[in-house]
């Protein structure tokens, strides 16, 4: 069965792996959407675990928790009013280990931090990618390490398209 520490295990294996075939190439943490908490996961496990730090973590469309995405996807609004919501989705996300904490992760993390989000992204809203950009700006020693990168509702870049934009590798660099 899937889980929170499975994934987490599975993404510092596939970065043994990667560092051992890379020689000296920089090697990031990518996370869009659920693969966010995932991603800060394994960069907080690596550098409180290994003393190692990963070269750079990017978030696309990220959230802040997995408790405060379950309560603000639009496909909970219509649950959210009736009694028992809390207890029925969102705390049983908890009963099962469910947490993907990146606001807690990255009040440790010392690597460069990108957060790039669209203002027109459904699924995740972009108040959450906001909220994750100032506990790690507010975290972080160096500030100049943390970056938060929002992309137009013109752009129609929504919940799924950031890594479509064109100028997407020069604002990574």
Not at 142 to 160: A, M, Q, R
């Amino acid at each position: 069965h899937p889980s929170e520490s499975g994934f987490t295990t599975d993404v510092l294996a596939l970065y043994d792996w990667a560092k051992a075939r890379s020689g000296n190439s920089s090697i990031l943490f990518w996370g869009h959407s659920l693969g966010t908490g995932i991603a800060t996961n394994a960069a907080r496990k690596l550098q409180e675990e290994r003393g190692v730090q990963v070269d750079a973590v990017v978030l696309e469309s990220p959230y802040t928790n997995i408790r405060d995405a379950g309560a603000n996807i639009p496909i909970t609004k219509i649950y959210r009013q009736f009694p028992g919501f809390e207890y029925l989705i969102l705390d049983s996300m908890a009963r099962a280990g469910m947490f993907f904490s990146s606001d807690e992760n990255v009040k440790v993390l010392s690597c460069p931090l990108l957060i790039l989000h669209a203002e027109d992204d459904g699924v995740l809203p972009p108040k959450l990618g906001r909220k994750l950009y100032e506990t790690a700006r507010e975290a972080y020693k160096d500030k100049s390490k943390v970056k938060f990168i929002t992309f137009p509702e013109k752009l129609g870049l929504g919940h799924d398209y950031i890594s479509f934009n064109p100028e997407l590798p020069a604002l990574v660099k």
